[in-house]
């Protein structure tokens, strides 16, 4: 590891053995919502197209599956249905899951504000085409459906071409993270494909004192406004047919994260 390696700018240290991983992955599956908030959690994907918003829901799925197996309802890659048009939902237990369009598909910043808005308050149906839904007409034709309103927000970023995303639509990423708060919806980055800036597989376990993803973090934070504790990354890389221990602790640790963070504001409220 070497110099590569530092805890000076690190947030998170999970604990990579199975033990960590049933503990994990148990409270998870059994999490019951607080009554009257609904039979679920709703988690909504949300980042530029190919940013790997399905293929996280992929990971999560397969994280959540007593057995880590590979689990691939979600269209991603070369699948000719891979560029998500629809607003979707994928349920594991009492977390379910929301894919959308890519943000930057959809015409325009404002429009994208409007669209986000009425996904988070629950006003969009389960398979509406975003990129034909008109968030201009009177919300009345649009009432709210308590199922699905979002309670946490996950702002994806391909951390190996996040450098080259321009200000102003970082900018838009801050409007849009803006509006999640004013909404008092909780929300976090997670970064993928990680692999790609050229730490070793065998050091994934200290993937979160890896000194580039650090810097990475630290410009995300710089140019979204969303502080670096709330920045996790997910791996969608994975070897036969089960997903590794290491990677499916990563994708429960930012789960866990996320659900006792909405947990505790809901039972709040």
């Not at 960590?20 to 908030?37: A, D, E, F, H, Q």
Request: net charge neutral.
């Amino acid at each position: 590891m070497g110099s590569d390696i530092s805890k000076d700018g690190c947030f998170h240290y999970p604990t990579m053995d199975r033990r960590n991983l049933s503990t994990l992955r148990n409270y998870l599956c059994n999490y019951k919502p607080p009554v009257g908030c609904g039979d679920c959690i709703n988690i909504l994907l949300f980042g530029m197209v190919g940013a790997g918003k399905s293929s996280i829901i992929n990971t999560f799925l397969s994280a959540l599956d007593p057995q880590g197996t590979i689990i691939t309802c979600v269209p991603t890659g070369t699948d000719p249905w891979s560029l998500t048009k629809q607003l979707r939902s994928y349920r594991a237990g009492c977390l379910k899951f929301w894919d959308s369009v890519g943000c930057n598909a959809l015409e325009n910043p404002d429009r994208t504000k409007r669209v986000l808005q009425m996904i988070l308050e629950g006003r969009v149906l389960t398979g509406t085409n975003l990129r034909s839904f008109n968030p201009d007409v009177d919300f009345a034709n649009y009432p709210v459906i308590p199922e699905n309103v979002i309670h946490g927000v996950a702002f994806v970023f391909d951390i190996s071409t996040m450098d080259s995303i321009s200000d102003d639509k970082m900018e838009e990423f801050q409007e849009l993270q803006t509006i999640v708060v004013q909404k008092y919806v909780h929300r976090v980055v997670i970064g993928t494909k990680f692999e790609l800036l050229g730490i070793p597989e065998k050091d994934n376990a200290w993937i979160y004192e890896y000194k580039p993803l650090q810097w990475k973090f630290e410009l995300l934070a710089e140019r979204t406004g969303i502080e670096k504790r709330s920045m996790f990354v997910v791996s969608n890389q994975w070897r036969g047919d089960q997903i590794e221990m290491i990677k499916c602790i990563l994708a429960l640790y930012v789960l866990d994260n996320m659900v006792r963070n909405i947990d505790r504001f809901l039972r709040a409220v």
